[in-house]
T-cell receptor, first 114, second 112 residues
């Protein structure tokens, strides 16, 4: 059973506009959430994270929103740039920390159109 | 910047061979992890280590073992490689137990 779901396999956005990537989770024991970006033939690169005690975290062009009651988080990228084209993974971690490992979604391929 | 390196980007082995995948991190992180990534299955945790000589099983440890003799190095061992172990293997390290993990570039292993 998939505990972290990214329901959009791909997303196409025009350069300069906002990209919104969505993620849903089912495990209420998750309390730390992360977004990773991955280029082909490379390992995932950490982008931004959020603890369950917050509902928003911002870092430059990237903002992550967490809605605990809906078990939903989203990543906003504003403005979108061509270099943002990559696969984005949502990941979650429980209170067990590293012992639980990171549970990843299957990823969303973001394509930024010029 | 955190740097996690893996010994090989691509590896081809025969069924039954013993395979070593090496991972080195340069940020003095206590915690290190091995994942495998397969299409449609995402990343799955194989083993992790929270200190030198300490190791714990993840979700899919069968067919694998690990070694951590030095803090900066975490090795994944396939005792007798099988075709179903063909995959992308990713090593990661972290400073905090709950927090971001930093990944290496991955090793694409093919077992024939």
């Amino acid at each position: 059973d998939q505990q972290v779901k990214q329901n959009s396999p791909s997303l196409s956005v025009q350069e300069g506009r906002i990209s919104i990537l969505n993620c849903d989770y089912t495990n209420s024991m998750f309390d730390y959430f992360l977004w990773y970006k991955k280029y082909p033939a490379e390992g995932p690169t950490f982008l931004i994270s959020i603890s369950s005690i917050k509902d928003k975290n911002e870092d430059g062009r990237f903002t992550v929103f967490l809605n605990k009651s809906a078990k939903h988080l989203s990543l906003h990228i504003v403005p979108s740039q061509p270099g943002d084209s990559a696969v984005y993974f949502c990941a979650a971690m429980g209170s067990g920390g590293g012992a639980d490992g990171l549970t990843f979604g299957k990823g969303t391929h973001l394509i930024i159109q010029p | 910047d955190v740097k996690v390196t893996q010994s090989s980007r691509y590896l081809v082995k025969r069924t039954g061979e013993k395979v070593f995948l090496e991972c080195v991190q340069d940020m003095d992180h206590e915690n290190m992890f091995w994942y495998r990534q397969d299409p449609g299955l995402g990343l799955r945790l194989i083993y992790f280590s929270y200190d030198v000589k300490m190791k714990e099983k993840g979700d899919i440890p069968e067919g694998y073992s690990v070694s951590r003799e030095k803090k900066e190095r975490f090795s994944l061992i396939l005792e007798s490689a099988s075709t179903n172990q063909t995959s992308m293997y990713l090593c990661a390290s972290s400073y905090a137990w709950v927090g971001e993990q930093f990944f290496g570039p991955g090793t694409r292993l093919t077992v024939l």
